[in-house]
């Protein structure tokens, strides 16, 4: 499974990242970074919503529910970068 084998490399970019706040770095990071860090969340998210779905609730509204987290991770981006992650596929 993907997670099994993307597991330690993201554990060790947390820690790395960790390491570079405690020593107050700015990472500077390149504009692929946000998309592929946004990516990299939102695949977590929506994961862990569906292990832990309530069980009353149908696919299409789990659909419902994923697509509207996303749209607020979107939201979330564009008022505090001014990125519009639906134009990092395009």
């Not at 405690?22 to 990472?27: C, F, H, L």
């Not at 946004?38 to 977590?44: D, K, N, S, V």
Request: charged letters at 30%.
């Amino acid at each position: 499974m993907i997670g099994k084998k993307l597991s330690p490399i993201i554990l060790d970019i947390e820690k790395q990242i960790m390491q570079a706040d405690i020593y107050g770095v700015k990472p500077n990071y390149d504009k692929e970074v946000l998309r592929a860090s946004g990516a990299l969340f939102i695949h977590a998210l929506l994961d862990k919503m569906y292990e832990n779905r309530r069980q009353d609730l149908t696919m299409d509204e789990m659909i419902k529910m994923s697509g509207n987290a996303g749209n607020e991770i979107r939201e979330i981006i564009r008022k505090y970068t001014g990125e519009d992650s639906h134009d990092y596929y395009k």
